[in-house]
């Protein structure tokens, strides 16, 4: 099993940015996919951005995200971010990552979850 856990949330104004981390545990990060869901309250869970494993040359963006959201791995560390630029009062939401044997996507996912990091953005 693979142990996750997110950091880097936090209260931030409309325009900022924010970098989270999800660091792994219990086993080798590289062999996974990787991948970014966000909750908002009273809203569902939903896909925000997703990295292929190893060398992470695939990755995929919800819309609302594309372009203000990278995505990146560094499987030495052990850890996948998710850098987000020009937040929005909308991105407010408990962030998660997610790891998969083969792939994350908007309706795939694996079974291996963070604790969540809340990301605030005042306006």
């Known amino acids: 099993q693979v142990q996750l856990v997110e950091s880097g949330g936090g209260l931030v104004q409309a325009g900022g940015s924010l970098r989270l981390s999800c660091a792994a545990s219990g086993r080798t990060l590289s062999r996974y996919a990787m991948g970014w869901f966000r909750q908002a309250t009273g809203k569902e869970r939903e896909f925000v951005a997703a990295?292929?494993?190893?060398?992470?040359?695939?990755?995929d963006y919800a819309d609302s995200v594309q372009g203000r959201f990278t995505i990146s791995r560094d499987n030495a560390k052990n850890t996948v971010y998710l850098e987000m630029n020009s937040l929005k009062p909308e991105d407010t939401a408990v962030y998660y990552c997610?790891?998969?044997?083969?792939?994350?996507?908007?309706?795939?996912?694996?079974?291996?979850w963070g604790q969540g990091t809340q990301v605030t953005v005042s306006s």
């Open positions: 990295i292929s494993s190893w060398s992470g040359s695939r990755k």
């Open positions: 997610n790891a998969d044997d083969t792939r994350v996507s908007p309706t795939a996912w694996g079974d291996y």
